[in-house]
């Protein structure tokens, strides 16, 4: 069964601190991205990245930053966490283009919370 | 901007009886929707998409209607189970591959 990973399911980390969040997919996807969701916001793109070592800022990039070093890899950093950056963060992966094998796959999510 | 949204934030049933959930979407250049189903504490599932040169499309007691012309999309499902409750979201393809969410319907199902 193909997988998106998220390392963490819960999070609680303390303001000022900075935060990695690690995603990994299984299934040779060109594409994965980085959404946070928020009750009655839906999900909203931070970061995606449709190549090794490419990225591209998303809806609400500010402060994130991302890494991309290998294929099944991608990382969201928050640099300097802050109490509004509490979240449900979920990693996503697809093909290129997408609309195969059931178009984007998504990880469980890491809920975290920044105190 | 371009955005997607649901009809309804909430959606009541009673089990056995069909459920429908609609959505809008506002870019007539998107080609691709999906649907996906969310529950508690996971990430969002695969329901079901369509491409925009189709109408509809059936999958295990799942139905998606695609009506181009007012930009109208709705899940449909079959003899609604307990299971079926959760929160469900269409999202719009973008030319560049980005997913665009509408905020989502939470079914409720009655026993």
């Known amino acids: 069964d193909v997988k998106v990973t998220q390392s963490s399911r819960y999070l609680v980390k303390r303001t000022g601190e900075k935060v990695f969040l690690e995603c990994v997919q299984d299934m040779d996807h060109e594409n994965m991205f980085w959404y946070r969701q928020d009750p009655g916001l839906g999900l909203r793109l931070i970061y995606f990245s449709y190549d090794v070592k490419m990225k591209e800022k998303g809806d609400i990039p500010e402060g994130y930053s991302v890494s991309r070093e290998k294929k099944e890899r991608f990382s969201l950093i928050l640099e300097s966490a802050s109490t509004n950056q509490t979240s449900m963060y979920l990693c996503a992966s697809s093909t290129n283009p997408p609309g195969t094998l059931g178009g984007y796959t998504f990880g469980s999510g890491t809920r975290l919370t920044v105190v | 901007g371009e955005s997607v949204g649901l009809h309804l934030p909430t959606l009541s049933v009673q089990e056995g009886d069909n459920s429908i959930i609609n959505c809008a979407y506002s870019n007539s250049a998107s080609d691709y929707f999906i649907w996906y189903k969310q529950e508690s504490g996971k990430g969002p599932q695969f329901i079901i998409d369509?491409?925009?040169?189709?109408d509809k499309r059936q999958g295990q007691r799942v139905t998606v209607l695609l009506n181009k012309t007012v930009k109208h999309l709705s899940l449909q499902i079959a003899a609604t189970q307990p299971g079926d409750s959760a929160v469900y979201f269409c999202?719009?393809?973008?030319?560049?591959?980005?997913?665009?969410f509408g905020a989502g319907t939470t079914v409720t199902v009655r026993a």
């Open positions: 369509i491409r925009s040169n189709m």
């Open positions: 999202a719009e393809v973008s030319n560049d591959y980005k997913l665009s």
